[in-house]
């Protein structure tokens, strides 16, 4: 009987990005009803999306909607008056939720429990995740208060990203740019220590390869080359100048010195010089010092 093994290409569940807009209960006992839908599925390898799926939904009781929307973009009673209700949306709902990750904002104490709430009133199953990220909870413990309270408008603020519009697919967009700013923020933090702090531009503990090789280099060293003519361009000997090889700094050319010793042996041949050493001598017997010196500069021409 053969084993059954696991491949290791088994495919990694798409990441679901969801928003529930809901009325707010202003009675004690009163329902949440759900308004509006909006999930954009994700890869979760590449970050980029997949499909998207939003839409009104009409609530049981038209009465819990307001007739002019509190906010700018919010909802109406005459928007959702023809929308589909929640059992005519909840097949193609619970097929976007279903054995994906769930992730949004806050979506742990709100939107995964008005989602339960509605497939129970319906009397059907919910759909079940493979996993929840609740960008809140993340956010808190690795981004911190830096942003304010930690909401959705306010960290969108902090970023530049514009005001929330509190509605479903735009606050799914916005959840998903406010996750990758915060990442980036994080990794660079943690790549460059002294950036949190504010100090990292002042900072000599990053060095490029270029900029360390030079720290090496003798100062001493670094003026001999920079002041170096040996290497010559096949343009600039041209004309006058004749074409020269790249020399090397350990072989300066001959050139580079102002005063250069005969070979004493460039006219004669060592024998003769050997001879001509020997007769000096005799003749010099008995003489001065001086008079010495002065023969002797001709012996070496």
């Not at 970050?47 to 973009?73: F, H, M, N, Q, W």
Request: proline share 5%; glycine share 6%; net charge positive.
């Amino acid at each position: 009987m053969a084993i059954p093994t696991i491949s290791s290409n088994k495919r990694t569940p798409e990441i679901v990005f969801f928003d529930l807009e809901t009325n707010v209960p202003s009675k004690a006992g009163q329902k949440f009803w759900v308004l509006e839908f909006g999930a954009m599925v994700i890869c979760s390898r590449k970050l980029v999306e997949i499909e998207s799926y939003c839409t009104l939904i009409k609530p049981g009781d038209l009465s819990v909607v307001a007739l002019k929307p509190g906010r700018s973009d919010g909802i109406t009673r005459k928007a959702v008056a023809n929308a589909p209700s929640f059992e005519e949306v909840a097949d193609k709902i619970f097929s976007i939720l279903d054995g994906r990750i769930w992730a949004g904002h806050n979506i742990q104490r709100f939107d995964c429990v008005r989602i339960k709430a509605a497939f129970a009133e319906i009397g059907r199953p919910a759909p079940v995740p493979a996993g929840i990220i609740d960008s809140l909870g993340v956010l808190s413990e690795k981004f911190g208060k830096r942003a304010g309270n930690m909401k959705m408008a306010s960290l969108a603020t902090y970023f530049g990203l514009g005001e929330q519009k509190h509605r479903s697919l735009d606050d799914v967009r916005m959840n998903l740019e406010v996750l990758k700013h915060c990442a980036t923020v994080l990794f660079l933090e943690s790549s460059i220590p002294y950036l949190s702090n504010g100090n990292w531009q002042g900072t000599s503990s990053i060095t490029t390869r270029s900029r360390s090789q030079v720290q090496n280099i003798p100062s001493s060293s670094i003026d001999r080359w920079q002041n170096s003519s040996s290497i010559t361009t096949r343009s600039s000997s041209r004309g006058k100048l004749p074409c020269r090889e790249e020399t090397s700094r350990k072989s300066p050319p001959s050139t580079t010195f102002g005063y250069q010793r005969a070979v004493p042996y460039a006219r004669q041949s060592l024998g003769k010089m050997t001879a001509g050493v020997r007769n000096f001598l005799c003749k010099a017997q008995n003489k001065p010092l001086n008079n010495l010196l002065k023969h002797s500069q001709t012996l070496f021409r």
